[in-house]
């Protein structure tokens, strides 16, 4: 009689603050949030010249990153030795001429669900064409649409930004529709200097703002 033999084949799990960064193409499972993750593989997000110690932008994919490494040349950098702000990085000392800077994140497996997870963040009072932490790289995506909120002490505002950037023109466009329970001062705008595509507000309240957002991103090429 043959015999019969049963495999069973899980993934790394454990507590999401346990989450480590995955290898290109494993899957993690955060058991206490139900959040699934995939690792990748190491994404370029610029070159040293050996004075520039700003300028260098995560892609949006790595928007919500649970667990991130920086190199620059091949060598895992010492997160002492950046800051990290939205997807904005900045370097302490500036990488060298040549070097090639990447980054290694992993990437939310989103989950149908009758409940959504948006990206939320703290707009600070009296921000003046600052940014909001969502940034995009226009050479790969240039067209944003975007649901969000705004609370402050202020009221309730629920709305949608369609923005995006002509590549051959340089030019950009933002509209934001929106409806609110009372006047929220907030003025959103984008950057396209460069090659990113940044979001950016105004506050005329100087409150501050929880701003809570989901979006859908494309190329129009």
Avoid: C
């Avoid at 033999?5 to 799990?13: D, P, Q, W």
């Avoid at 300028?55 to 990290?84: D, H, M, Q, R």
């Avoid at 409806?179 to 309240?205: C, H, N, P, Q, R």
């Amino acid at each position: 009689m043959a015999d019969t033999r049963l495999s069973k084949i899980t993934v790394r799990k454990g507590n999401f603050s346990d989450l480590p960064l995955l290898d290109a193409g494993e899957i993690g499972y955060a058991t206490d949030v139900r959040r699934l993750f995939i690792g990748n593989s190491a994404v370029s997000i610029g070159t040293g010249d050996g004075t520039k110690t700003s300028g260098f932008i995560l892609p949006i994919e790595a928007n919500k990153p649970t667990i991130i490494t920086i190199s620059v040349a091949g060598v895992v950098v010492n997160a002492a030795t950046y800051t990290l702000s939205g997807n904005d990085i900045n370097f302490a000392t500036a990488p060298a001429n040549g070097a090639a800077v990447t980054a290694n994140f992993n990437n939310e497996i989103e989950i149908d669900s009758n409940v959504t997870l948006p990206s939320s963040v703290e707009l600070a009072a009296n921000g003046s064409s600052a940014q909001t932490g969502f940034v995009t790289n226009s050479a790969l995506y240039n067209i944003v649409v975007m649901d969000y909120t705004l609370e402050s002490t202020n009221g309730v505002r629920i709305g949608q930004l369609r923005f995006g950037k002509d590549i051959s023109a340089s030019t950009g466009t933002i509209s934001d529709n929106y409806t609110e329970t009372a006047a929220v001062g907030i003025t959103f705008s984008i950057d396209i200097a460069g090659s990113a595509m940044i979001l950016k507000y105004t506050d005329a309240d100087n409150l501050i703002a929880k701003f809570k957002y989901t979006y859908q991103l494309w190329n129009s090429n």
